[in-house]
């Protein structure tokens, strides 16, 4: 029942929001204020919950023939790592690079 008469509030803030321009700065400033900002903390709460549950650590490595193809080495480096390559989460065709995987 809360949730409802949350949303009729909101509803009933947008709708005068629409009908005249002498109220709409002070509208919006409230709207941010009351639903946005609580809920992009919400969305960052959410987030860190999920990270903090997360493991980190990497799937095992299984060498599959249709994965990471070489037919020409990449033109940077030593042409096996991509441009973007990061040695925690992509592995090379032999496997992960760091030996805590």
Known sequence: MAASASSMAARRVLVAASHGQEGGVKTWKVLTFVLALPGVAVCMINA???MTAHSHGAPE???YPHLRIRTKPWPWGDGNHSLFHNPHTNPLPTGYEDSHH
Do not use: D
């Open 61 to 63: 490595f299984i060498p």
């Open 48 to 50: 860190y919950l999920k």
